[in-house]
C-alpha cells in the first residue's frame, strides 16, 4: 500500500507508527473539538457535560499521541440549550466533512502548514464513556443533571431507578425556583 494521505473520522484508536508513516502526505483527523479541548475519545459529550458555550471541529496532522498533533484547521459552533450528544454530532460531522474540503487542496499544495496546537490553551481529555456514567445522581445541581442526560442522549443515556425498575432520561430541563418571599 502507498496511499498519498490517510483521514480518519471518529476512529476512536491511536495509529501505530507504522500507519502513520505509510502515507507521503500522513495521516489527517477530523477531531470533534477545538483541540486542545477535549482531546479523546467523547468531545462531544464532554463539552456538553462540562457546559461548554461552544465547540467545533479540527482538523490535524496526527502524530504517535492522543489528539495532538499540529492543526491544519479550525472552525467553531455554539452550542445550543438543546443540543444532545447526538444532535450535535450531526451539526459537527457536516461542519467537518465542509472543513476537511476546504483544508485538504491547501494542505496538499503546501499552502497550508501545520501549526502546533496553542498551549495557552490548557488540554483537557474526554475518556470513552461507559453505561453505568448515565446513572442520575440526585445529590448533584439540576443545571448539571439537565446537561448530563443532554450529553449522554443517545449514548450511554441517562437513566434512574424508580420504583425497582431503570427509568430512562431522555429529556431534562433545569428549572430554577426562587424561594417564596415572607412579605411584611
Given amino acids: 500500500w ?3 494521505l490517510i483521514v480518519v473520522a471518529a476512529f476512536g484508536q491511536i495509529l501505530r507508527s507504522a500507519a502513520l508513516e505509510l502515507p507521503r502526505s500522513g495521516c489527517i483527523n477530523v477531531h470533534a473539538s477545538l483541540l486542545p479541548r477535549w482531546r479523546g475519545a467523547a468531545p462531544i459529550q ?8 461552544e465547540t467545533g471541529v479540527t482538523i490535524m496532522r496526527m502524530d504517535p499521541g492522543l489528539d495532538t498533533g499540529p492543526v491544519l484547521g479550525q472552525r467553531g459552533v455554539f452550542i445550543s440549550p438543546e443540543d444532545t450528544a447526538g444532535t450535535l454530532s450531526l ?27 496553542d498551549t ?20 448533584q445541581p439540576v443545571d448539571a443533571l439537565a446537561r448530563r442526560v443532554r450529553a449522554f442522549n443517545p449514548w450511554p443515556g441517562a437513566y434512574t431507578q424508580w420504583d425497582g ?18 412579605s411584611d
Avoid: N, W
Fill in 120 to 139: 495557552a490553551i490548557e488540554s483537557t481529555y474526554a475518556p470513552m464513556l461507559k453505561k453505568e456514567e448515565g446513572l442520575l445522581d440526585f445529590s
Fill in 46 to 53: 464532554a463539552a456538553i457535560l462540562h457546559g461548554d458555550a
Fill in 91 to 117: 451539526r459537527l460531522a457536516i461542519l467537518g466533512a465542509e472543513l476537511l474540503i476546504d483544508t485538504l487542496p491547501g494542505y496538499l499544495s503546501g499552502e497550508i502548514k501545520p501549526l502546533p496546537q
Fill in 165 to 182: 425498575q431503570v427509568l430512562k432520561v431522555h429529556r431534562a430541563h433545569a428549572v430554577l425556583s426562587q424561594a417564596p418571599r415572607l
Fill in 2 to 4: 502507498q496511499p498519498d
